[in-house]
């Protein structure tokens, strides 16, 4: 084991504060009013969490999240109260060491049953549904696309939240009978905005903003940007200089892990197989680098 594998954070002890859920990476406190949400270093596969994680991948979340937050905060509210652990109250300093850079404390709200999808870029499950129906969710696209071709406009293909499983695609008008016709239209436009200005803050710093998925929910009335934003967990990033077209992309994100995983015949069932040290750090290496090159700053 590496000395850096050996220094991952997987799970949150924090006696006293009432777990509120534990996600595939994320462990969520409720504080009444509040959520206090860590991000773990797990990473997941397949839909199944491995029992190797990557370090600083929950620092990387966190912080590339806190950046794009501020950086957009005129478009809509987000969900952030502060980062700084210092902030939190005298009851969690006993704990800084598990939640110092990959936690948040973030205000209460109620969660769109949805989550919003946007596609720049032809690539992934989109490709799939192109090259099979000539349309992705349903949206007519142009004949003659190839493999990760950019889209202009970009597309909104929103989706359900699974709590297990695979989010499933929807239409728009599904999505309308959800949340309500004026709210779906409202969360559209928020989405294709956010990504149009985070796509072009990318492209400035050498990296492709190819698709993301954005979480929302209200607070007094009004829409609120929650969960993570814009990161290598819930977006696709290439890097701009290795762009081709006709072909799959390079990623940001855990491409290292899924590839090794496909080479060793793994059946995608509970219990993962443990990652070897190569692998991890070369996953590491690359949510490090998406955070240097798309903040300008390193960690």
Not at 9 to 38: A, F, H, Q, S
Not at 146 to 171: C, M, Q, V, W, Y
């Amino acid at each position: 084991m590496t000395e850096t594998a050996a220094s991952t954070l997987l799970e949150t002890k924090i006696p006293g504060l009432r777990l509120w859920r534990r996600g595939k990476v994320r462990d969520v406190y409720d504080l009444g009013e509040r959520l206090l949400v860590v991000a773990t270093d797990r990473i997941s596969a397949f839909d199944v969490v491995l029992p190797t994680g990557i370090p600083q991948k929950g620092v990387v979340l966190t912080q590339l999240s806190l950046f794009w937050f501020q950086l957009l905060e005129g478009l809509t509210p987000n969900h952030v109260v502060t980062g700084d652990v210092a902030e939190y109250g005298p009851a969690l300093q006993p704990y800084r060491d598990q939640l110092e850079g990959r936690s948040m404390l973030v205000v209460k709200t109620d969660p769109f049953p949805v989550e919003c999808v946007v596609r720049g870029y032809i690539t992934g499950s989109g490709w799939k549904d192109y090259q099979a129906t000539g349309a992705v969710c349903g949206i007519e696209l142009p004949r003659g696309l190839k493999e990760s071709d950019r889209l202009d406009p970009p597309i909104f293909t929103p989706s359900t939240k699974a709590e297990t499983g695979h989010d499933e695609n929807i239409s728009f008008e599904r999505m309308a009978g959800i949340v309500g016709a004026a709210r779906a239209a409202e969360l559209r436009d928020l989405s294709l905005e956010i990504y149009r200005r985070a796509r072009a803050h990318a492209e400035g710093r050498g990296v492709i903003l190819a698709d993301t998925k954005f979480e929302f929910g209200t607070r007094d009335g009004r829409v609120v940007w929650i969960d993570e934003a814009l990161t290598p967990d819930s977006s696709r990033f290439w890097s701009r200089e290795a762009y081709a077209p006709g072909r799959s992309q390079p990623s940001y994100d855990k491409q290292f892990v899924r590839d090794y995983l496909e080479s060793i015949r793994w059946d995608k069932q509970p219990p993962a197989p443990s990652l070897p040290d190569d692998v991890v750090d070369r996953t590491r290496a690359k949510y490090l680098e998406a955070y240097e090159r798309i903040t300008g700053k390193k960690l």
